[in-house]
């Protein structure tokens, strides 16, 4: 997991330094740059502790969500533009149907029987390199571009759980926040706002003059296990004073008999301990307009 970040965002920013030497800089002009904006349609999964399958590759198709995004890009060079971006997405997890009740390593996730959705706001501004350089202006643009990018995001999150039968007075169906709850008997709760490292690929269609219409998929390599609510390890039951917390922190489990015995006990592990951190994915749709650029025509005396 950590190669695939590590390479894949080393090749993405090394392109973009070879992209800009002084040649370019002089053969693109100003004339020739320009800007567009954005609006996409986005699906959006995530890697962590509530998947089929403990490690980094693995999703579950069934629990992907709609966002959407609007963005603006400006073209410096042949080959590199900035862009920036604001998204919304949703992801979510549950164990009953991500977990398979009868494999060996899977039924202690079916037993946990955690189900979550977050809702996710993302701001992010990266570099796109194009792997066809185009030395001209807009209107002579390729009409296939594919193109990668690298950069840096800031995204909030508010991971709920979904509250099931019970005997805490919780209402069955509701979906309750669960960063104040600290249902790990955390010494502080989780930050909801974080950073994040987006990268991926996609590529880009001319449609006409103006428009452009691309295909993306993008990582979003985050520095917190707590996007699903789940990372460490069971809490005390009687440190958990609140319904809520006793609720998520404990009693949503399914057994603790049999194969079970003392599932939540304390410091019994509730996540997965080999991963660190969640994931997020983005693939989406986007439809690009170009702004057209003023071109300042030369004064004869």
Do not use: H
């Not at 979906?175 to 706002?193: P, R, V, W």
């Amino acid at each position: 997991m950590k190669n695939i970040f590590t390479y894949s965002t080393a090749f993405v920013l090394g392109l973009a330094l070879v992209a800009t030497p002084e040649a370019d800089a002089q053969q693109f002009s100003k004339r020739k740059q320009y800007n567009s904006v954005g609006f996409s349609l986005n699906a959006m999964n995530y890697f962590g502790d509530v998947v089929p399958v403990t490690n980094f590759t693995s999703l579950r198709f069934g629990a992907t969500r709609v966002g959407a995004g609007v963005s603006i890009t400006r073209r410096f060079y042949p080959r590199l533009s900035g862009r920036f971006g604001l998204s919304y997405g949703r992801i979510t997890g549950d164990d009953a149907k991500a977990a398979d009740k009868d494999g060996p390593d899977s039924k202690f996730r079916y037993n946990r029987n955690f189900s979550f959705r977050n809702d996710i706001l993302e701001a992010s501004a990266v570099a796109v390199f194009d792997l066809i350089e185009n030395r001209n202006n807009y209107l002579k643009r390729p009409d296939f571009v594919p193109y990668v990018f690298a950069g840096v995001a800031g995204f909030y999150s508010n991971p709920k759980g979904l509250v099931g039968k019970n005997n805490e007075g919780l209402t069955e169906g509701s979906y309750i926040a669960l960063a104040d709850l600290k249902t790990e008997d955390q010494k502080e709760k989780y930050g909801q706002t974080q950073f994040a490292i987006p990268f991926g690929g996609g590529i880009r269609y001319r449609i006409n003059r103006n428009f452009d219409a691309s295909l993306e998929i993008g990582w979003r390599k985050t520095f917190t296990d707590y996007i699903d609510d789940v990372g460490g390890k069971y809490a005390d039951v009687k440190t958990l004073a609140s319904g809520s917390q006793r609720y998520f922190g404990n009693g949503i489990t399914r057994s603790q008999t049999g194969d079970f015995a003392n599932f939540t006990s304390p410091d019994s592990q509730r996540g997965d301990k080999g991963n660190k951190t969640d994931w997020y994915i983005v693939t989406g749709v986007t439809l690009n307009y170009i702004l057209t650029p003023r071109i300042k025509n030369p004064k004869f005396r």
